[in-house]
C-alpha cells in the first residue's frame, strides 16, 4: 500500500507491453482507496491521457471510471460510469474494480458488487503515461450533468452510465 500527501506525491508506472504497448481486450483494473475528500476532483488512476485513456477519479462525491479511445470523438469510442452521491464516505475503504471483456463489455463493480455493465470497446495501444494519484497531462473528463448520464442497465443499481460529449 501507499499513502499519498495529496497535494504533489503520485505513483508513475513504466510503460509495458502487459498494459499500454498492446490493445486492450481482456483485462481487470482494480484497487482499494481511502480518501479524505470526495468533493475535489481527484485521479485514483489514468493511462493514455489525451486519445487512448481507462480512469478512475473522484468529484463532487462521486467515484468516476470508465475509458474512451480516439480522442473520445464519437459515443462509439466513450464509456463511463460514475457511482450515485453518498455511495462512497470520507475516511472509508472502498474497492472498484473495471473489468474489459473482449471489447465486448465494460462491467465495473463497487465494493464487490456490479454495478453496471454496457457495451465495451478496446482501448488501442498508448505511450501516454500510467499514473496512481495525479493526471500525467491532457485528460478528457466527462460531463457531471444529470442530462448527460443515463441509468445502470443492472437492476437495483443506483450507479449511472455516460456516453455524451465531453
Not at 79 to 102: C, K, M, N, P, Q
Amino acid at each position: 500500500g501507499f499513502t499519498l500527501n495529496g497535494s504533489d506525491d503520485y505513483i508513475t508506472v513504466p510503460n509495458t507491453d502487459a498494459i499500454n504497448l498492446q490493445d486492450t481486450e481482456d483485462r481487470t483494473i482494480e484497487f482499494w482507496f481511502r480518501t479524505s475528500d470526495i468533493t475535489t476532483r481527484q485521479v485514483l488512476y489514468e493511462e493514455g491521457a489525451q486519445v487512448n485513456t481507462i480512469l478512475f477519479f473522484i468529484e463532487n462525491g462521486r467515484l468516476y471510471c470508465g475509458g474512451y479511445r480516439s480522442n473520445a470523438q464519437t459515443s462509439s469510442n466513450r464509456r463511463f460510469f460514475r457511482t450515485a452521491t453518498g455511495d462512497i464516505e470520507v475516511d472509508t475503504w472502498i474497492h472498484v474494480a473495471l473489468t474489459l471483456d473482449d471489447a465486448d463489455t465494460f462491467k465495473w463493480y463497487v465494493n464487490g458488487v456490479e454495478k453496471d455493465e454496457q457495451d465495451g470497446l478496446e482501448i488501442d495501444r498508448h505511450t501516454g503515461d500510467i499514473s496512481l494519484g495525479r493526471n500525467g497531462g491532457g485528460m478528457r473528463y466527462p460531463s457531471t450533468l444529470v442530462s448527460n448520464w443515463t441509468d445502470s442497465s443492472v437492476g437495483g443499481s443506483s450507479t449511472e452510465t455516460y456516453n455524451h460529449t465531453f
